[in-house]
């Protein structure tokens, strides 16, 4: 998967940025922090994701000054080329074209193209609630398998409506009239999330565990830890069945993947108990690094890789390891440091970002 130019108009600080080539292997962009190296990745993964890992609304995304931001970038891979054209309003959805033509679902845009990033965002991942956990398996259920993009979205959907109707039961005995309906609902589309984020955290945990062991010398344990246990409708009914005079009194739905959450352990301690922040950043790291892997060994040939500030949290021992292994992976990677000093020897391309305009060297 190539990237093989972009563009960006009124985007976060960038008011006209375009790049006529980008090269394969590592690219590094440099510049002071708060100059746009972040916003100028995020720009890339947009044309894949098509949302922020920074914001839930446009408005961010849009100059200041200005009323809509534009993204454009043309993509080459196994399935061919894909010209991609966003344009991003203040307020509003955006408007996405793939091949010039607008796109009608965001599954005809992921089967062309791929896209992993990683950036400070993803700490959270490590030692902050289980919803960014489960954030995690989604965003790689659809990396891996795009025509399963929507399994979360049915299964959310028929979970607010069976908590709605315990949060509007009026307390008669017996529970709310229409439950076993939603019962059976929730074990429709929940089964479905169980097994494809177990199957995502299998193709992913060897990998980030290689790369973990790479920096560290030890291994990262990444084990999906589903609420349901058995995976299967019946134990899901005999669960929610069982739960169910808890669920009357807190009157909320208890049992399902929207409890779900990824076991990260190294040296037996588990993800809040790592000894440092260079420890938890790692894992962070490492997991996207295995996603990436995982989407090279299911599709044929590596995604665009985004990492924004890899190295600000390791030790120069560290740096100099994952440098070179970002350089190894194969296929385009693109990083963004702060220091010239820590720009790798190993690197492709560089681009100096300052004020959201981007130069490219040589």
Known sequence: MRLEWLELREFRNHRLTGVDRVADGLTVVVGPNGEGKTNLLEGMFFLYALRSPRSSTNAPLVREGADVAYARGEFSGIEGKALVEVEIP??????????????????????QVRSVLFGPFDLPVVIGDPSKRRDLMDDAIVALWPLKEGLSTAYERAHRQRNRLLKEWDGHRGGPSGIE????????????VIEARRDAVAHLAADASVEFEALSGYELLVTYAPNVTGASEEAFREQLHARRPDELVRRTSLVGPHRDDLTLAVRD???????????????????????????AAETGEPPLLLVDDPFSALDPDRRDRIAQRLADRGGQVVISVADEADVPRASSAVWDVMEGTVAVRG
């Open 90 to 111: 203040r307020k509003g959805a955006s408007r996405v074209k793939l091949n010039k033509s607008p796109l009608r679902r965001k599954r005809e845009l992921r089967r």
């Open 181 to 192: 309906a939603w019962d059976e609902e929730l074990v429709r589309t929940g089964v479905p």
């Open 269 to 295: 301690l588990g993800a809040r108990a790592f000894g440092s922040h260079g420890e938890t950043w790692a894992a962070a790291l490492c997991l996207r690094l295995g996603l990436a892997a995982a989407v």
